[in-house]
């Protein structure tokens, strides 16, 4: 009973059942017939009057609707009535044999035994509830029971209507965390949470603009004093020192253009074209095997889809390098699964711990600064292929495989794909 939905139709149901139960109960206190033990005085006192009556005249007292017979009424003797009957006949001192008896299960008769030995008997009303009642309560709370179900449901489905339309835009949430704008309608709480949302999510865009504004601003403010720096350390005269330097500077400058490179990438609007994905990777890999990187070829199936090709390079380029150069070496291959295009790379290295994996593409994350020494870098190309990916509606994962390894997997929906739907 988890969704607010179920609760909400549970507890309508159970007000309601409760109410037309507790009411219906009241309705039956006021409205049932007259107690067993009035009615049972007044029969006593009919009974006297009639057999008065009988005992005078016979025939003017069956024209009264009893009957005169030498025995009592047939049918099963209910024993309690019957006492409380001959009670009811002592309090107005009458003696007399008396008893009542079912003749069926709908009608009771009252039977008077006359100072001559003949019996009076006189139909008498039924008293309780009717035989087969309780049939009628189970029915009649059946019905409840179906109708404030229905009710119920129809209710706290449209109660619930506005917060399943916000659960739905918050589920939408757009690759830049933001979100798409939400209707700001319905019950003034659902509104107040729409508007806040909306809110929410223009500060978050505007947030992650200027945080880009200010990137790329850094990025490329360092690049004249990183020249003038530059100039500086050709003159220092050890050679030793001049060269840590100069490499000091060169990674400094990649990680200056890195960042503008991120910034291009979330900022970037490109239109989508038919990218040959299996093309785009043979050219990655000619192109990395051509300054020695440790980069090979598996299965490369044709498969177009609709994407920026300079984009999709670059994306896989920073996988590929990843996998050849903290990996060791690596594998790529690309599939062509019908709706999707997956391109797989695989690699011989350390992995990534299992705790960490989730960070991987954080911009600036790196596993451990001392293990990379040989491999300098900003922490910025799995963010930058991550940009890219969802940014053409793809999917990118990366898995530890055994014994050893990582499985980088880029997924996009085929441009045939695409088309269909
Ligand atoms: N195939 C891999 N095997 C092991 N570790 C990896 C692999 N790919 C990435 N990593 C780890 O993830 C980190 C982040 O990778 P990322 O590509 O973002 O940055 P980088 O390679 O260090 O620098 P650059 O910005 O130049 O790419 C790497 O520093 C490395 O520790
Ligand atoms: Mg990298």
Do not use: C, Y
């Not at 107005?92 to 001559?116: C, F, G, Q, V, Y």
């Amino acid at each position: 009973m988890r969704s607010l939905g179920a609760r909400l139709a549970l507890l309508l149901l159970t007000a309601i059942v409760l109410v037309v139960i507790s009411s219906s109960f009241v309705a039956s206190l006021v409205m049932r017939g007259p107690l067993p033990d009035l009615m049972i005085d007044r029969t006593a006192q009919q009974l006297a009057i009639l057999a008065a009556f009988a005992e005078k005249d016979r025939v003017m007292a069956e024209s009264a609707g009893v009957t005169v017979a030498p025995m009592s009424a047939d049918g099963p003797i209910d024993e309690e009535l019957s006492q409380s009957l001959k009670k009811a006949l002592r309090r107005i001192s009458i003696m007399r044999e008396a008893i009542i008896t079912h003749r069926s299960p709908n009608e009771l008769a009252a039977s008077l035994k006359l100072s001559d030995g003949n019996w009076l008997i006189m139909p008498m009303p039924p008293h309780g509830p009717p035989p087969d009642g309780w049939k009628i309560l189970v029915g009649w709370l059946g019905l409840i029971i179906i109708g404030s179900v229905l009710v119920s449901i129809f209710a706290a489905s449209k109660i619930m209507k506005p917060l399943r339309l916000l659960e739905q835009a918050v589920a939408a949430v757009n690759p830049d965390g933001t979100l798409p704008h939400i209707p700001e309608s319905g019950p003034g709480e659902v509104r107040a949470t729409a508007q806040a949302l909306n809110g929410l999510s223009a500060r978050v865009k505007a947030a992650t603009e200027s945080r880009m504004r200010l990137v790329a601003a850094a990025g490329h403010d360092l690049r004249t004093p990183m020249t003038r720096m530059r100039l500086r350390a050709e003159f220092i005269k050890d050679d030793e020192e001049r060269s840590k330097w100069l490499a000091d500077l060169q990674e400094l400058d990649m990680i200056a253009d890195s960042a503008i490179g991120l910034v291009r990438e979330e900022i970037s609007k490109d239109g989508l074209q038919p990218v040959r994905l299996d093309e785009v990777v043979l050219s990655i890999v000619t192109e990395l095997r051509a300054i020695d990187m440790n980069v090979k070829s598996g299965d490369l199936e044709n498969v177009t889809i609709n994407a920026g090709t300079l984009a999709v390079t670059r994306a896989l380029r920073n996988l590929l390098i990843n996998a050849a150069t903290h990996g060791h070496s690596a594998t790529i291959t690309v599939s062509n699964l019908g709706n999707h295009a997956v391109v797989r790379i695989i690699d011989t290295g350390p992995g990534i711990p299992e705790d960490r994996l989730s960070q991987v593409f954080e911009p600036f994350f790196r596993i451990d600064i001392a293990r990379q020494k040989s491999f300098p870098g900003a922490g910025l190309g799995m963010a930058i292929a991550r940009e890219i990916v969802t940014r053409f509606a793809g999917e990118i994962t990366v898995r530890n495989r055994q014994p050893n390894g990582l499985e980088q997997i880029v997924s996009f929906k085929s441009a045939d794909a695409n088309a269909t739907s």
